[in-house]
T-cell receptor, first 109, second 114 residues
Framework: AQRVTQPEKLLSVFKGAPVELKCNYSYSGSPELFWYVQYSRQRLQLLLRHISRESIKGFTADLNKGETSFHLKKPFAQEEDSAMYYCALISLGGYKYIFGTGTRLKVLA | KAGVTQTPRYLIKTRGQQVTLSCSPISGHRSVSWYQQTPGQGLQFLFEYFSETQRNKGNFPGRFSGRQFSNSRSEMNVSTLELGDSALYLC?????????????FGEGSWLTVV
């Protein structure tokens, strides 16, 4: 079954500390992986996608096919990073996005 | 360019009633997908439409239905509402849907069933 698992509901870190939001997926094939972010009172928006391999707002994510993971990382957290983060995948040739249950990141001053 | 627009933003319905939610995609986008967002389940895929055709659907009962019009605007309908249908319903649009297409979300329609 296709599934995206985000094991942490809440992650609290201090400003300046490294951040890693975990995402594991279950899918047979070649999915496209994403991270979406929802800041307070804003709509859900794309943060990054694995095929672009770019860094957005200092965040990076590497697709590890062996571990079926796509963890989101940032070396130094900022208070403005506090938000809800969702990992998602879409199947090659499919039109169905599968989202994880999300992780709320709180960056403490 | 205007973003994805959803109406109404908030509504309260009584158990057993039906509801219709509307979504206007970004101009030029032909794919529209719908999601149910709840605190415990996160975002769950309802269905996706492209050129008035449903291409995929999630695991929801038949009470949940949708359609897309020739101008790409989409509606979803929930009949015989249950308390558990209370959620934020999100619509997203993209140029063509599928791999390689970024989806853009609306602000959602908050449905409360009492």
């Amino acid at each position: 079954a296709q599934r995206v698992t985000q094991p942490e509901k809440l992650l609290s870190v201090f400003k300046g500390a490294p951040v890693e939001l975990k995402c594991n997926y279950s899918y047979s094939g070649s999915p496209e992986l994403f991270w979406y972010v929802q800041y307070s009172r804003q709509r859900l928006q794309l943060l990054l996608r694995h095929i672009s391999r770019e860094s957005i707002k200092g965040f990076t994510a590497d697709l590890n096919k062996g571990e079926t993971s796509f963890h989101l990382k940032k070396p130094f957290a900022q208070e403005e990073d506090s938000a809800m983060y969702y990992c998602a995948l879409i199947s090659l040739g499919g039109y169905k996005y599968i989202f994880g249950t999300g992780t709320r990141l709180k960056v403490l001053a | 360019k205007a973003g994805v627009t959803q109406t109404p933003r908030y509504l309260i319905k009584t158990r057993g009633q039906q509801v219709t939610l509307s979504c206007s995609p970004i101009s030029g986008h032909r794919s529209v997908s719908w999601y149910q967002q709840t605190p415990g389940q996160g975002l769950q895929f309802l269905f996706e439409y492209f050129s008035e055709t449903q291409r995929n659907k999630g695991n929801f009962p038949g009470r949940f239905s949708g359609r897309q019009f020739s101008n790409s605007r989409s509606e979803m309908n929930v009949s015989t509402l249950e308390l558990g249908d209370s959620a934020l319903y999100l619509c997203a649009s993209s140029l063509e849907g599928g791999v390689g297409n970024t989806i853009y979300f609306g602000e959602g329609s908050w449905l409360t069933v009492v």
